[in-house]
């Protein structure tokens, strides 16, 4: 398998990613009825296994071990929280406010991940 091409429909999928992610944020905010949508709760999941995926298989293509590189064991502790934080905002938020703000903070973590990924350090700024 070739890593440029993995690496490619990587990057596709984080683009769609956070892209679908903004547009529910957008429409929990203004427009909750509009996550009610069969494709709108399906599409994202499809995205982020082919996302988590492709991760994986990059992984094993260059033979990178998380544990001993720093900058990709940042990547995945950002994820974590990137998951926590944006169920707070699209789901479990209580409050307009709380959803709010976990979905500013999502939006911050995917950032860093990204900076994380081009980087290639856990400090990327």
């Known amino acids: 398998m070739d ?4 690496k490619n429909i990587h990057s596709t999928a984080a683009l769609l990613t956070i892209t679908l992610f903004t547009l529910r944020g957008v429409w929990m905010l203004g427009w909750p009825h509009l996550l ?3 494709w709108v709760r399906v599409v994202p999941h499809v995205v982020d296994t082919i996302l988590l995926a492709s991760a994986i298989i990059m992984l094993f293509l ?3 071990n998380p544990l001993t590189q720093g900058w ?3 990547k995945i ?3 974590a929280a990137y998951i926590v934080l944006g169920t ?6 209580r409050t307009r406010l709380i959803r709010l703000g976990a979905f500013i903070g999502a939006l911050t973590m995917f950032f860093y991940i990204y900076a994380v990924a081009f ?7």
């Open 3 to 6: 890593y440029f091409l993995v």
């Open 36 to 38: 009610n949508k069969r």
């Open 62 to 64: 260059i033979s990178l």
């Open 72 to 74: 990709l064991l940042a």
């Open 77 to 79: 502790m950002g994820l």
């Open 88 to 93: 707070v905002a699209l789901k479990r938020g």
């Open 119 to 125: 980087a290639r350090h856990p400090w990327p700024l």
